[in-house]
């Protein structure tokens, strides 16, 4: 007992000590792009460097350049951003690792972005400051170029007045417009589209059945869905397999694409993505995750399922891995079954001490009374 005492004081130290010491991996901050045009959308994600259940940062950036739309870290705890202030809590368990953030981009100029006062929770530390890698970052904001066509002027005639026998010479000068500036297209909605949507554009991957559903403006014309189906035999698999370790279940991977004239592009705005449900995966027990190989992080997707598709909204095509999650089983102590020939053992060596103590009560007794009797004689 005492030795056990002894060890549990000695691991609760060890606990402690190591609750105290921050070793917390290297936050950092990327922009998907360093360089857009006024209009256009640009996301900038910040990392945590470790997978967190808490999570709480401020996020700074030029208003007069940027304007804030949305962002995303998935994750099952609750969370809000609010006048500058991300805040993640109430998991319970890590989950999320990155946020991702939505930008318009309204004026042209340099935008600043940066973080401050990053504090996260992970399985084993409580509300650490974590280490800082590059804590900013800048994104340049163009204007669209714009296509002008310029005339040469006619120089005015210097010949003298025609004579009668000739007919005057007539010059025809063409006059053009000013081309006309281009208003930039909104981006579309973040809205999950139907599948019996008539009024969606629809791309189709006939090998692998992955769909895009979009709007009017969330592509132009002549542009290509790529999807690449990746198993073990890919280059990529035992890479993305490693990020997903700690995933239990069965996975399937995609790597989806949209191309114009053979170029990955990205919509404007969001779109619907179908991805079709293995028909041994269990509908109820699916996730979805999208993968990050640049930075080596995932994040879980929101979704819904439309009849055999798990479908989402995105902005920003990606790898993604659907997951058919299985829970895990925690081993319990067998319980030792107890000899049928112990127990009869027992239960005899109890009946025999029983009669044991009555005959010795018996014969104290029967002793008792022969002395009572050789008195009263």
Avoid: W
């Avoid at 609750?78 to 109430?90: E, I, L, Q």
């Avoid at 063409?174 to 554009?201: F, M, R, Y």
């Avoid at 449900?277 to 993968?291: A, S």
């Amino acid at each position: 007992m005492r030795k056990f005492l002894s060890i549990s004081i000695i691991m609760i130290l060890i606990i402690g000590m190591l609750g105290g010491v921050v070793n917390a991996a290297s936050a950092s901050i990327s922009a998907s792009s360093k360089s857009v045009y006024k209009g256009d959308t640009v996301n900038v994600t910040v990392s945590f460097g470790d997978k967190a259940k808490t999570a709480r940062f401020v996020l700074n950036f030029d208003s007069s350049k940027l304007e804030y739309v949305s962002y995303s870290c998935g994750g099952s705890g609750n969370k809000g951003f609010n006048a500058g202030t991300f805040a993640y809590y109430g998991a319970v368990t890590p989950d999320i690792s990155s946020v991702t953030f939505t930008f318009k981009a309204k004026e042209t100029g340099t935008a600043n972005i940066s973080f401050s006062n990053l504090k996260i929770s992970t399985g084993t530390k409580t509300n650490v400051a974590a280490t800082v890698g590059n804590s900013s970052t800048s994104i340049t904001i163009n204007e669209k170029p714009t296509t002008t066509t310029t005339t040469k002027p006619t120089k005015p005639s210097t010949n003298k007045k025609p004579t009668t026998n000739k007919k005057p010479t007539t010059t025809n000068t063409t006059t053009t417009e000013e081309p006309k500036e281009t208003e930039p297209v909104e981006p579309t909605p973040n809205e999950l589209i139907k599948l019996d949507n008539e009024s969606a554009k629809t791309l189709k991957h006939d090998e692998t059945d992955v769909m895009i559903k979009y709007m009017q403006n969330a592509f132009e014309d002549g542009v290509v869905l790529e999807v690449e189906k990746i198993d073990n035999e890919n280059e990529k698999y035992q890479t993305i397999n490693e990020m997903l370790n700690g995933i239990t279940g069965n996975k399937t991977y995609f790597d989806i694409n949209v191309l114009k004239d053979n170029e990955k592009i990205q919509p404007n705005g969001y779109v619907t993505v179908y991805i079709p449900i293995p028909e041994e995966y269990n509908k109820e027990k699916l996730e979805l995750y999208c993968i990050n190989e640049e930075n080596s992080n995932y994040e879980l997707v929101q979704g819904e399922i439309q009849e055999d598709y798990y479908t989402f909204t995105t902005n920003d095509l990606s790898t993604y891995a659907l997951v058919e999650k299985v829970e895990k089983v925690e081993k319990t102590e067998p319980i030792q079954a107890v000899s049928v020939t112990e127990t009869v053992r027992d239960v005899f060596t109890n009946v025999i001490l029983l009669y044991v103590i009555i005959v010795i009560l018996l014969i104290i007794v029967i002793v008792q009374r022969i002395k009572i009797n050789k008195l009263q004689n």
